[in-house]
């Protein structure tokens, strides 16, 4: 089999660790099968889509709306990177799995528009799958409604040209599409656990996403979730795309 691509940008190196490990367990692969590049320490360099099975981003403190001038060089160049990677990938229909930050990649190609409009505060919230959703061949294997963790600043204001909505909350009218056939993205985090959330709640303590005061309130209504079927994502994503 072809390795899958990992790509992230978190510079926490325990928290960028964790997310790679619950990928990897949620896909059911090997590390070798899994090959991860940290963004925000060193360039993408050339990505031939020829040598992978499909490509999966993860979520990071990144935000496509960040104002231009508190961008780190490291994520002007991962912007730069990935929206070049993203537009090749959109061109080939070539398998993609974007999750949180990967929605704000994929969400600006085409007419898209991703601001602070929609965002949600650190938690479990129900989603709802559209129609297209459920007959989607990777968001068919969720239930029609399930709970998931997620905790964004940014969301998808305006789909992608031609892009079909396929999942949303209450409060997010785009939590997951689909570009093509295979390239997809979801606004929330289809590897967490609850001890992973409760950890990145800590990382990210000094990052906004929340007061001081309700930190340990977060971590608390995050234990007593019932957050189990958005994993099942990864595993589907590989059993649809694992090639020679």
């Not at 992230?8 to 990897?24: F, H, I, S, W």
């Not at 930050?101 to 190609?109: A, D, F, K, S, W």
């Not at 409060?171 to 570009?179: D, E, L, M, S, Y």
Request: hydrophobic share 40%; charged share 25%; proline share 7%.
């Amino acid at each position: 089999m072809k390795p899958f691509l990992f790509l992230g940008t978190r510079a926490e190196d325990d928290v960028a660790q964790q997310e790679y490990d619950a990928v990897l367990a949620g896909c059911g692969l090997r590390p070798e099968e899994l090959v991860r590049h940290r963004l925000e320490a060193d360039p993408l360099g050339q990505v031939d889509l020829d040598d992978w099975s499909g490509i999966i981003l993860g979520g990071g403190p990144y935000n496509m709306s960040d104002a231009e001038d508190a961008k780190s060089p490291a994520q002007r160049r991962a912007e730069a990177e990935l929206r070049e990677l993203a537009v090749r990938v959109v061109a080939a229909d070539f398998p993609f799995l974007g999750a949180c930050y990967g929605i704000g990649v994929l969400g600006t190609l085409r007419g898209g528009v991703v601001d602070r409009t929609y965002g949600e505060p650190i938690g479990a919230l129900p989603v709802r799958l559209t129609d297209a959703g459920r007959d989607d061949p990777l968001f068919g294997v969720l239930p029609p409604e399930f709970t998931a963790y997620l905790g964004h600043k940014e969301a998808v204001a305006r789909l992608p040209d031609g892009a079909v909505l396929l999942a949303s909350t209450d409060t997010c009218p785009v939590h997951a599409f689909r570009i093509g056939r295979n390239v997809h993205a979801t606004q929330f985090h289809p590897e967490l656990d609850a001890v992973a959330i409760c950890d990145r709640i800590d990382a990210y303590s000094a990052h906004g996403y929340y007061q001081p005061h309700e930190q340990e309130g977060l971590k608390a209504a995050a234990r007593e979730a019932m957050v189990t079927e958005p994993v099942r994502l990864l595993a589907r994503f590989v059993e649809l795309h694992a090639r020679g």
